[in-house]
Nanobody, 128 residues
Framework: QVQLVESGGGLVQPGGSLRLSCAAS????????IAWFRQVPGKEREGVSC????????YYANFVNGRFTISKNNAENTVYLEMNSLKPEDTAIYYC?????????????????????WGKGTLVTVSS
C-alpha cells in the first residue's frame, strides 16, 4: 500500500521560504511520478510541480516562475518542494500525490492524469 505523508507547512512572511517534504512508502515500481498540488478552499486544485522518480526530470507550473525547486532523496524515499520568494497568493493546502508515468510527459501527468494516491496535505500560509 502506497502512503504519502506531507510535512513542512506553516506560517511565513511574504518573501520568505519554506521546504515541504513528502515521505513516500510502498512503491513497487520506479516509474512513478510524485507531484505537488495546492488548493485554496472554494477554488480548483492546481498542479505545482512534479518529479520522475526514475530519471529525476522535473516540471513546474508557469506561476512558479523559478521560485520553487522540487527534488528527491532516494535513500530517504522523500520528495522535497523548496519554496522561495513566497507570496500571499501561494497560501493554500499543499498535497503530494503519485501515479505511474506510463510514458507520458510530466506536464501531461500533472495536468491530466488521475493520481492514484494522495497525502493528507500540509497548510502553507503566507502573511505578514
Amino acid at each position: 500500500q502506497v502512503q504519502l505523508v506531507e510535512s513542512g507547512g506553516g506560517l511565513v512572511q511574504p518573501g520568505g521560504s519554506l521546504r515541504l517534504s513528502c515521505a513516500a512508502s510502498g512503491f513497487t515500481s520506479d516509474d512513478n511520478v510524485i507531484a505537488w498540488f495546492r488548493q485554496v478552499p472554494g477554488k480548483e486544485r492546481e498542479g505545482v510541480s512534479c518529479i520522475s522518480l526514475r530519471e529525476g526530470s522535473t516540471y513546474y507550473a508557469n506561476f512558479v516562475n523559478g521560485r520553487f525547486t522540487i527534488s528527491k532523496n532516494n535513500a530517504e524515499n522523500t520528495v522535497y518542494l523548496e519554496m522561495n520568494s513566497l507570496k500571499p497568493e501561494d497560501t493554500a493546502i499543499y498535497y503530494c500525490a503519485t501515479t505511474s508515468r506510463g510514458g507520458y510527459g510530466l506536464g501531461y501527468v500533472i495536468n491530466y492524469k488521475t493520481m492514484d494516491y494522495w497525502g493528507k496535505g500540509t497548510l502553507v500560509t503566507v502573511s505578514s
